[in-house]
């Protein structure tokens, strides 16, 4: 197994460029994330998934946007990039079943947006 | 929303010494509590976890223990090794939900 993959490693956007950072997983996880990580701040909630077609928002929403069209895939939308969204972004996966809390991180994408 | 607090930001200690590492979080329905490991450059890494309806749970030189009523959990690592250096986070989350609100983090570093 893969586990959870991102791509691409790494990133730079000039401002109002817009990208996809994209999350797959092989382990048949129903819950998908995006979360954020700046210095100091730890992770932060962006969106979430518990299931194909149904997404929500996090603690930290805005300027990004999510689908959910398979249970593999959970892509990340930045549709006008600001320097503010210049962070490492991670997305995580779990089973919602039973007492399965734990979340599987993937690598993460650096993105830095000038 | 939950908030959760962790304390301290850095700490360094010698090898073969104990580390622990304190959090604290605001919703009394909270009732996950996991800690995330994270080397430079690396992804968070699931080591400890615990549930609310438990006190303490070790594992081999780490354990976790929770004071549900003081809203209060910390990471405890014995005989530290120079491999356990890293940013350590604690973070909560509640009933059958998924989504972690995690804390500030901790740089642990261990002088050899």
């Known amino acids: 197994n893969a586990g959870v993959t991102q791509t691409p490693k790494f990133q730079v956007l000039k401002t109002g460029q817009s990208m996809t950072l994209q999350c797959a997983q092989d382990m048949n996880h129903e819950y998908m994330s995006w979360y954020r990580q700046d210095p100091g701040m730890g992770l932060r909630l962006i969106h979430y998934?518990?299931?194909?077609?149904?997404?929500d928002q996090g603690e930290v929403p805005n300027g990004y946007n999510v689908s959910r069209s398979t249970t593999e895939d959970f892509p990340l939308r930045l549709l006008s990039a600001a320097p503010s969204q210049t962070s490492v972004y991670f997305c995580?996966?779990?089973?919602?079943?039973?007492?399965?809390?734990?979340?599987?991180f993937g690598p993460g994408t650096r993105l830095t947006v000038l | 929303g939950e908030n959760v607090e962790q304390h301290p930001s850095t700490l360094s200690v010698q090898e073969g010494d104990s580390a622990v590492i304190k959090c604290t979080y605001s919703?009394?329905?909270?009732?996950?509590f996991p800690w995330y490991k994270q080397e430079l450059g690396k992804r968070p890494q699931l080591i400890i976890d615990i549930r609310s309806n438990v006190g303490e749970k070790k594992d081999q030189r780490i354990a976790v223990t929770l004071n549900k009523t003081a809203k209060h959990f910390s990471l405890h690592i014995t005989e530290t090794q120079p491999e356990d250096s890293a940013v350590y986070f604690c973070?909560?989350?509640?009933?059958?939900?998924?989504?972690?609100?995690f804390g500030s983090g901790t740089q642990l570093t261990v002088l050899p």
């Open positions: 973070a909560a989350s509640k009933g059958s939900a998924r989504q972690l609100t």
């Open positions: 919703d009394s329905a909270s009732n996950y």
């Open positions: 998934s518990v299931g194909a077609g149904i997404t």
């Open positions: 995580a996966s779990s089973y919602l079943g039973g007492g399965q809390n734990e979340q599987f």
